[in-house]
T-cell receptor, first 113, second 111 residues
Framework: DGGITQSPKYLFRKEGQNVTLSCEQN?????MYWYRQDPGQGLRLIYY???????QKGDIAEGYSVSREKKESFPLTVTSAQKNPTAFYLC????????????FGPGTRLTVL | SQQGEEDPQALSIQEGENATMNCSYK?????LQWYRQNSGRGLVHLIL?????REKHSGRLRVTLDTSKKSSSLLITASRAADTASYFC???????????FGSGTRLQVQP
């Protein structure tokens, strides 16, 4: 069963805590992406990675960090430096140089209490 | 930064009617595509149109692209209640290896 999985589906965090969102894909895609979506808004790019051990900042990278140690995995850490982390987070993957066709995971809804 | 802006922000129609959504963008693009998102879920790719194409069809979907006006439209014909969702345009730009999304149109199809 191929696809992208994100866990957990819902996540609650206290202010000042770091939290890590998981994203795993078995599509054999080299490229992976993290987006943030606020209510009634479109998606904004946080980080993306074209290949293992390499990643680039997107439009709103401040307060976030990522790693890409394995092709299948691209975890996102929301740090305490992120001032307004409550949002819906979406992970996606694609073939390299095919950012125009991305496959999305089901998302993680993060709420800061 | 948000590249695209969808219009209208929200649209409510009756089953069987056609739904038209518009998207404008700011920079030169390689292609433009439309995604659908059911409430609280991930995005599903609907259709892609390349910068050298003017119109494309897929089932009940029709997409047009006018690069001179930097705009695109998505037409859903004979809408169904199951079409209720948010629809986003996204552009792939030269030199940026990631998509840029618009703010979306929320479509409600009344049965």
């Amino acid at each position: 069963d191929g696809g992208i999985t994100q866990s957990p589906k819902y996540l609650f965090r206290k202010e000042g805590q770091n939290v890590t969102l998981s994203c795993e894909q078995n599509l054999n895609h080299d490229a992976m992406y993290w987006y943030r979506q606020d209510p009634g808004q479109g998606l904004r790019l946080i980080y993306y990675s074209q290949i293992v051990n390499d990643f680039q900042k997107g439009d709103i990278a401040e307060g976030y960090s990522v790693s890409r140690e394995k092709k299948e995995s691209f975890p996102l850490t929301v740090t305490s430096a992120q001032k307004n982390p409550t949002a819906f987070y979406l992970c996606a993957s694609s073939q390299p140089d095919r950012a125009d066709t991305q496959y999305f995971g089901p998302g993680t809804r993060l709420t800061v209490l | 930064s948000q590249q695209g802006e969808e219009d209208p922000q929200a649209l409510s129609i009756q089953e069987g009617e056609n739904a038209t959504m518009n998207c404008s963008y700011k920079t030169s693009i390689n292609n433009l595509q439309w995604y659908r998102q059911n409430s609280g879920r991930g995005l599903v790719h609907l259709i892609l149109i390349r910068s050298n194409e003017r119109e494309k069809h897929s089932g009940r979907l029709r997409v047009t692209l006018d690069t001179s006006k930097k705009s695109s439209s998505l037409l859903i014909t004979a809408s169904r209640a199951a079409d209720t969702a948010s629809y986003f345009c996204a552009t792939a730009n030269t030199g940026r290896r990631a998509l840029t999304f618009g703010s979306g149109t929320r479509l409600q199809v009344q049965p």
